[in-house]
């Protein structure tokens, strides 16, 4: 069923935030919130003219325009490079997978999980940037399904923007990104563990 994973995803980081996260943490509740609001609306869209739009990645798109509209012009201009890269390379993947699925050697959701990620990493490669790169990660991809449907909504194919078969992918994508932000900090907790014996030695 397309969808369920991106539900998944959603319910476990409520879960985590609600019930898990301390509560001195201040954006607790903005987070619960957020994860709460995405998951109601998940069944609900709107027609924008022909072409059907789902309630999530319009609160996903503000989610990310708010937190955008406080960095400063050049910040906003580097974001807005990334987006649109990270966007074309999402519609330009997807076109493909639809035009010659047999191109697509692996799942087709993985691969643009993937190729979005590596592209994000390589405008927000350091580990303090990852705030900026899930918002990049997240815009784009809204990006990229818009320019999705405009192509083959001409040539006559009915294709909804934020559809459930693309929250699958948005939510394969976010594990991953997590999934890194988890390597990284253990590895950044080796790396001080290693150190701080070194140090010990030395004094020894």
């Known amino acids: 069923m397309d969808g369920i994973l991106y539900?998944?995803?959603l319910w476990g980081m409520w879960v985590y935030t609600t019930f898990i996260l301390k509560?001195?943490?201040p954006d607790r509740f903005r987070y619960s919130f957020l994860c709460l609001l995405l998951i109601?609306?998940?069944p609900y869209g709107m027609m924008a003219g022909s072409v059907e739009v789902s309630f999530s990645v319009i609160v996903l798109a503000l989610?990310?325009?708010v937190y955008i509209r406080n960095l400063s012009l050049r910040e906003k201009l580097y974001m807005l490079a990334a987006v649109l890269?990270?966007?074309m390379t999402y519609a330009g993947i997807a076109l493909i997978s639809i035009y010659d699925p047999v191109?697509?050697?692996i799942d087709r959701d993985i691969i643009l999980s993937l190729s979005v990620v590596l592209v994000g990493i390589l405008f927000y490669s350091h580990s303090s940037l990852y705030r900026l790169r899930l918002i990049a990660v997240?815009?784009?991809s809204v990006t990229g399904d818009f320019f999705l449907s405009v192509p083959l909504n001409k040539v006559g194919f009915y294709y909804s923007i934020?559809?459930?078969a693309y929250l699958d992918v948005l939510a394969l994508t976010i594990g991953l990104l997590s999934a890194l932000i988890i390597v990284m900090e253990i590895n950044q907790a080796v790396h001080i563990k290693t150190q701080t014996k070194k140090g010990e030695m030395k004094n020894i």
């Open 85 to 87: 890269s990270m966007g």
């Open 103 to 105: 191109l697509m050697f």
């Open 40 to 42: 109601c609306v998940f």
């Open 23 to 25: 509560k001195s943490h």
């Open 63 to 65: 989610i990310c325009i």
């Open 138 to 140: 997240a815009l784009s």
């Open 162 to 164: 934020g559809g459930a």
């Open 7 to 9: 539900l998944w995803v």
